[in-house]
């Protein structure tokens, strides 16, 4: 569906319900700027022209009340009924999901005081003007501006006035406005144009990056002003939240301003990056007639003049990381086998949900300069845009049904929303996409989804850290499984608030081994994650080599920590387990052994 | 505000930006096709036809302009008006003088003179060809005449915005 974006235009002329009916000017100016009235109101109600290709939808406001004045009203500026207004149109959509105002134009000098028989017979409905309203000083507009912008500092406001702009160019700049249209401007329609697509707040018109909430609303904004230049751009956020979807965004909102036409996008899998193949599967191989090798072009040569999209660049390899970096500051490829160096105009998109400038896998930064030289766009994770859970599920169920035969189309019921927006969704939308698809494929003769028909967390309202308690059979350092995940805070939480009753005592006495040693695997557990997220991956070692220094300043959030004492730390925690341990932990302390030898006087127990 | 302001505000803002302008600007939507209403093209036959009444209320705009917005009206009133008959004799001539030459009175007035008389000759044009349905006004003809009015009255526009909103030295 493609939904127009929606103006409010704040006008005492253009916005003031006539006497009759029926207001010219509005008309006028619609037709001029390619708007499309929908006020709802008699001047709306009683126009016939058909604007046939809108660039907008337009809600028009006077600004003042009344809304309608003959001779004899008196008129008066209305700055709380002007911000009620717009706090309908923004927070309430907002908490909704309804799409808010995409941008709000105000005019500069509204005219108040009588309406006489004067100033109606020039204007219908219009006040003569008190001195004071002409004075570019004191232009309501500039009042209204601000009172605004303090509200709604997300809100775009532009100025739309027949006053000159060089009046009140500081202070519209001042107060928060984003730009100013000159009303009688000829090229009126291709500047609101434009001041909508760099400035609006619009949705995705493709529905591929589907949302209305501010924050999904300021990411494609962003994206879109990013999208005019040809610069790298870094796409960070958690996973599943989207952000190959964003890079497509940018990729086609690129292609539609582009009057060249279709630019190739290529996506690179990360995966690529870690085999001895990287080279050949990013730059192509050379043909060789004599050694009957085929040649074939390369991705970064498949994405020449257009975009080359680079997932979870966090697991780049450092070699990589160097060949990309000269392909970036070079502009140009050689193809495996081949002599010849090529000229590429490729704009990198990279994404990735890790934190580069701190993470100890150690990413260049000179190649995350060059990744993000035109900028980072920021995707919120679903828990911060909530409102557009209802949109999403609409749309994940229907795309489960459609791609399986024979299943009903059923309607999601408020029980199942509310089910689903209780939830924080740590996989963001992915996970979101995953739980609709399995609740339809596994219910597929029903008319209704309901909050049985879903499988997610129970009871998990605020998002923290997951700590996964891997099953036995995948980890076996473990005596007992469980599959269940539960937050570190919320461990914390649990364990705080543990206590033993003195009256039970054949409940608790004799166990003391037993606590100390599941405290021992909890804490071996906690060092095995930290150990797996700071794995080094090699083309020789592609499961990973540990490395227990990393991993140490991992779980203390000590980076300054020196090697030595994170070889005690290792020892404190595993020593006690020691006849136990296997695989990377065992490893682990073998290593920190070497580093730190146990001491032939003392015992090196854990304290 | 004093009554010539007042009226150029009427004249320039009132009815040549907010009106005229996005009228012309409307019709011109209308003849490349992306806005269906007729009644733009009858409301742009009635601005032709009224166009010698505003014609004449901009020459007598522009006429008026050196009598009453000359710092001669200073002088008028006090304090400047308590000076010795013999200063007045020769300092509000001299302060008139000086105003038309610093801010090129003359000039600006004769710019103005020449931008009315552009719109007149582009209202003619249009009246000439016989923009009075949707099909008649998509004519090649009738769209180059609305583009060269568009542009005289804005031109006449950005003229009368140029001159002074209140009486200077």
């Keep these: ?607 | 505000m004093n009554s010539w302001t007042s009226r150029k505000a009427s004249f320039n803002h009132d009815w040549l930006r907010n009106g005229l302008l996005v009228l012309l600007g409307a019709a011109r939507n209308i003849s490349n096709g992306t806005v269906d209403n007729p009644a733009v093209i009858v409301q742009l036959k009635q601005e032709a036809t009224l166009w010698s009444e505003r014609r004449q209320e901009a020459f007598d705009l522009i006429n008026s302009l050196e009598k009453e917005m000359s710092p001669v009206a200073f002088f008028r009133m006090p304090p400047l008006a308590n000076c010795d008959v013999e200063i007045l004799s020769w300092l509000p001539g001299l302060a008139h003088a000086s105003w038309v030459r610093r801010h090129l009175i003359h000039e600006q007035m004769d710019s103005v003179r020449l931008a009315i008389g552009n719109v007149d000759a582009a209202f003619h044009e249009l009246t000439e060809c016989n923009a009075d349905s949707v099909k008649a006004i998509s004519s090649l003809k009738c769209r180059e005449a609305l583009n060269r009015l568009s542009d005289a009255a804005n031109a006449m526009a950005n003229a009368f915005g140029r001159l002074p909103s209140r009486i200077l030295v």
Aim: aromatic residues 6%; proline residues 6%; glycine residues 6%.
């Design chain 1, 1 to 607: 569906m493609n939904r127009l974006p929606r103006l409010l235009i704040i006008d005492d002329v253009f916005g003031r319900n006539v006497p009759g009916g029926h207001n010219r000017d509005r008309e006028n100016l619609c037709a001029h700027f390619l708007l499309r009235d929908v006020t709802g109101d008699i001047a709306s109600n009683t126009s016939r022209q058909k604007v046939l290709r809108p660039v907008a939808d337009a809600v028009y406001f006077r600004g003042q009340s009344p809304s309608e004045s003959a001779v004899g009203t008196t008129v008066e500026n209305d700055q709380q009924g002007t911000l009620n207004l717009i706090r309908e149109g923004w927070s309430v959509s907002l908490s909704k999901g309804d799409t808010p105002w995409s941008m709000v134009l105000i005019d500069l000098c509204f005219y108040s005081g009588h309406v006489t028989e004067e100033s109606h017979r020039r204007m219908p409905g219009m006040p003569e003007g008190r001195p004071e309203d002409d004075d570019p000083r004191s232009y309501f507009g500039l009042i209204l501006l601000d009172a605004i912008h303090r509200e709604f500092p997300e809100l775009p406001v532009f100025i739309l006035s027949s006053k000159p702009r060089e009046e009140v160019s500081l202070e519209f700049s001042r107060r928060g406005a984003l730009g100013f249209i000159a009303r009688d401007d000829m090229r009126g329609p291709e500047l609101l144009q434009d001041a909508l697509w760099q400035h609006g707040l619009l949705p995705d018109p493709s529905e591929e990056v589907l949302g209305n909430s501010l924050p999904v609303l300021l990411a494609l904004r962003e994206a879109r002003r990013a999208a005019r230049h040809r610069s790298n751009l870094l796409i960070r956020g958690e996973r599943g939240s989207g952000k190959e979807l964003l890079a497509a965004y940018v990729h086609r909102v690129c292609a539609d301003a582009d009057a060249r036409g279709t630019r190739p996008f290529v996506t690179v899998n990360s995966a690529v990056l870690r085999t001895d193949l990287f080279a050949s599967e990013l730059f192509g191989i050379e043909p060789k007639t004599a050694s009957a090798v085929d040649g074939r072009i390369g991705l970064v040569e498949a994405a020449d003049g257009g975009d080359l999209f680079l997932d979870e660049i966090a697991d780049m390899p450092s070699d990589a990381q160097a060949t990309m970096l000269r392909v970036m500051q070079d502009r140009q490829i050689t193809r495996v086998g081949g002599r010849k160096p090529k000229v590429v105009d490729v704009r990198f998109i990279s994404a990735t949900n890790a934190d580069l400038e701190n993470d100890p896998r150690s990413f260049r930064p000179d190649l995350l300069d060059r990744l993000r030289l035109g900028g980072t766009l920021w995707l919120p994770p679903l828990r911060e845009r909530k409102s557009d859970i209802p949109l999403l599920v609409e749309q994940f169920v229907r795309q489960a049904e459609s791609q399986r035969h024979g299943t009903m189309q059923r309607e999601i019921t408020p029980e199942a929303i509310e089910r689903l927006m209780a939830y924080d969704w740590p996989g963001n939308v992915r996970e979101l996409r995953s739980c609709l698809f399995d609740a339809v494929n596994r219910n597929p003769d029903v008319e209704h989804l309901v909050p049985g028909h879903l499988q997610i967390a129970p009871g998990k309202q605020e998002y923290q850290t997951p700590v996964a308690v891997v099953p036995q059979k995948e980890n076996p350092n473990h005596k007992q499984s469980t599959d269940a995940i539960m937050n570190l805070s919320a461990l914390l939480t649990m364990l705080d608030g543990v206590c033993f009753d003195s009256k039970d005592i054949h409940e608790w006495s004799g166990r003391l081994d037993d606590l100390q040693h599941t405290q021992a695997w909890v804490f071996a557990r906690y060092l095995q994650a930290a150990l797996d997220a700071t794995k080094r991956r090699t083309s020789e070692f592609p499961d990973g080599l540990i490395q227990i220094h990393p991993a140490v300043k991992l779980i203390t959030g000590d980076a300054a920590l020196p090697a030595t004492q994170a070889a005690d730390v290792i020892k404190r925690l595993l020593v006690p387990l020691e006849d136990e341990l296997s695989g990377d932990l065992r490893e682990a302390l073998a290593i920190a052994l070497r580093l730190r030898p146990r001491s032939t006087k003392n015992s090196n127990k854990a304290s």
